[in-house]
Structures are given as C-alpha cells and as structure tokens.
C-alpha cells in the first residue's frame, strides 16, 4: 500500500532553523515533492527529489534516502511568511502512471 | 501565460443535486489531475489524465464521480446525487510530461464545494 507521514504541526521562531520530517511506503516510488500551501489558496511547488542526497534552494533544502524512505524539508532563516502548511507527496509509478500522493500536511507556524 | 483556472470558485447545492466542476490546464500540458482536499487533510488523488484517457481514476471514491478530457485540455469534474460528505475543496493540477524525470504540478485554485 501507499503511507505518507509527516508532524500535524510545528512551532518555531523567526530567523531559527526548522526541518519538517516525511517518512513513506509506496510500491513503485518515483520522485519526492514539496509543497508549500497558505491558508486558502493552492499548494505551490517547493522541491523535489529523485536521487538520495540534498538538494538545495535557497533558504529550502530538502533530503532524501530511498532506502529508508525518508526525506525532510529544510527551511532556514524563517520569515513570519513561511507560516503555512508543507505538504509531503511522493510520485508513484507503479501502476505504468503517475500519480501523486499527499500526506497531511504539516502546519507551520513562525512566531515573532 | 495564464496559469490553471477552475470555475466556479464557491458551489453551493443541496444534497442529491448533480454538479460539474470545470479545469483549464495551462496550454500544452498534457497531464491533468483532479484532488479532493478537507479541512486539515493533504489533497486526496481522484483522477490523473494523459491526453483525453483517464489514465488512473483510482481514487474516484465511487461511481457517483465522474470526469472527462474530451479534446485533451479543459476537464469537468461530474458529481451525481451530491451528499453531504462531498463538501471540500477540489484542487486540479496540470503538468507538461508524463515520462520526464521532474514533473513539477501546477494547482489551480480550487472550487470550493459544499453541499448542503
């Protein structure tokens, strides 16, 4: 079967460091993705991650090791605007297509 | 370079009415998927397109759900005998390649639904 799982919710303070963790099983995994959603809008695309390894982007980086099936989001210099949800979601490419499958979301908040 | 649009933005119906929900894809993106999100929850797949076939409608809950891609852009999402349950937000997303390594998804907006 299909697991995503990710906190329900973190607390940190502006300018501190923060690392969101995603733990996943899937039988046909193709790709990690990050996405950042704000309270009533869409979720917007933040990372993505194929191969072990970090990949950075400014203030975001965001890791992953297949073998554990496991990757984190990394968000440095935070900034009251990183408050949001940050959706894990891995690309399954079991079944010959390609959908997409979302954890819950963690909710971010940054406190002054 | 308009992005992923979806209309209506607010539905609002009452239990057992019929409902279409629309999606225009950013031009040229052949991938088209539809996701159910609620309160607190990560979007919820329903259907991926590739062209104009539902290459996976997996997570259509049950047959009272149904889409269609006829000419390989816009895409309606179809609701029969709306209940309750169905409230929630659905989010459609659109990408360019479906064999390409990195495969970044595009969201729309969303079209809030509720059923009253």
């Known amino acids: 079967g299909q697991n995503i799982d990710q906190p329900t919710e973190m607390t940190a303070t502006e300018g501190a460091i923060v690392q969101i963790n995603c733990t996943y099983q899937?039988?046909?995994?193709?790709?990690l993705f990050w996405y950042q959603q704000h309270a009533g809008e869409a979720p917007t695309f933040l990372s993505y991650?194929?191969?072990?390894g970090l990949e950075e982007k400014g203030r975001f980086s965001s890791f992953l090791s297949r073998s554990k099936g496991y990757s984190y989001l990394l968000l440095k210099e935070l900034q009251m605007k990183d408050s949001a949800s940050y959706l894990c979601a891995v690309r399954d490419g079991a079944s010959g297509t390609y959908k997409y499958i979302f954890g819950t979301g963690t909710r971010l908040k940054v406190l002054a | 370079g308009a992005g992923v649009s979806q209309t209506p933005s607010n539905k609002v119906t009452e239990k057992g009415k019929y409902v279409e929900l629309r999606c225009d894809p950013i031009?040229?993106?052949?991938?088209l998927y539809w996701y159910r999100q609620s309160l607190g929850q990560g979007p919820e797949f329903l259907i991926y397109f590739q062209g104009t076939g539902a290459a996976d409608d997996s997570g259509l809950p049950n047959d009272r759900f149904f889409a269609v891609r006829p000419e390989g852009s816009v895409s309606t999402l179809k609701i029969q005998r709306t209940e309750r349950g169905d409230s929630a937000v659905y989010l459609c997303a659109s990408s360019f390649l479906r064999g390409s390594p990195f495969q970044e998804q595009f969201f729309g907006p969303g079209t809030r639904l509720t059923v009253l």
């Open positions: 991650n194929v191969l072990d």
């Open positions: 899937t039988s046909g995994f193709n790709g």
């Open positions: 031009s040229g993106h052949t991938a």
